[in-house]
């Protein structure tokens, strides 16, 4: 079974243009959560979905959004980008609904550098 | 709030034993505990529900103190794959606003 991935996985960006990543869940799975990793800030937690609705959000700024399709793949987008937004992003997917309280599958995420 | 994790870093020889604690201000419904490797996604390791048991993962197990809102997972007779930064997870009271710490760092060497 081919495991969760997330696309494209390096990004390159300036200041404030904007940005799609995409993560495909694995195989049944309906929940998909993404989070951001950086060295200062650690792994914090962005939002999660479940059959295309938006079920939680951590605290980020409305630049950060995010949607899922009917298919369970997952894009979340991000605007007017900041240096600050450099970060890895990682998507975690879920076979049950209640994503934060159950086993979740991480991607290999995507590096998002921000000139 | 994010929960604080205890010690920040550990070292070990192959075989030896450690814990890592995780503990928040707030009341708790779930604790997760993840590892990373360098370079790596965060790999699930286990969960601990509020009223469940403790859990287990080969050599590695937590116990989850809900009144104390402490979770701790032991290593027992570590091996050089437990290499890692290790992440405690939570979610408050009515599941939801999912905070991970800041990692504790855990090197075994041979």
């Known amino acids: 079974k081919a495991g969760v991935t997330q696309t494209p996985r390096y990004l390159i960006k300036t200041r404030g243009q904007q940005v799609t990543l995409s993560c495909s869940p694995i195989?049944?799975?309906?929940?998909v959560s993404w989070y951001q990793q950086t060295p200062g800030q650690g792994l914090q937690f962005l939002f999660e979905y479940f059959s295309e609705t938006q079920r939680n959000k951590g605290n980020f700024p409305g630049r950060f959004s995010g949607r899922q399709f009917s298919n369970s793949r997952s894009e979340m987008n991000v605007s007017t980008l900041e240096l600050g937004d450099s970060a890895l992003y990682l998507c975690?997917?879920?076979?049950?609904?209640?994503?934060?309280?159950?086993?979740?599958?991480f991607g290999p995420g995507t590096r998002l550098t921000v000139l | 709030q994010q929960p604080v994790q205890s010690p920040q870093a550990v070292i070990l020889r192959e075989g030896e034993d450690a814990v890592i604690n995780c503990s928040s201000s707030?009341?708790?419904?779930?604790v997760h505990w993840y590892r990373q490797k360098h370079g790596e996604a965060p790999v699930f390791l286990m969960i601990l529900l509020k009223g469940g048991e403790q859990m287990r993962h080969e050599k590695i197990s937590a116990s989850f103190n809900e009144k104390k809102q402490q979770s701790s997972l032991y290593l027992t007779a570590s091996q050089l794959s437990y290499s890692g930064t290790y992440f405690c997870?939570?979610?408050?009271?009515?599941?939801?606003?999912?905070?991970f710490g800041p990692g504790t760092r855990l090197s075994v060497l041979p």
């Open positions: 195989s049944g799975h309906r929940s």
């Open positions: 975690a997917s879920s076979l049950v609904w209640d994503t934060l309280n159950n086993e979740q599958f």
């Open positions: 707030k009341a708790l419904y779930s």
């Open positions: 997870g939570t979610a408050d009271n009515y599941g939801q606003n999912f905070v």
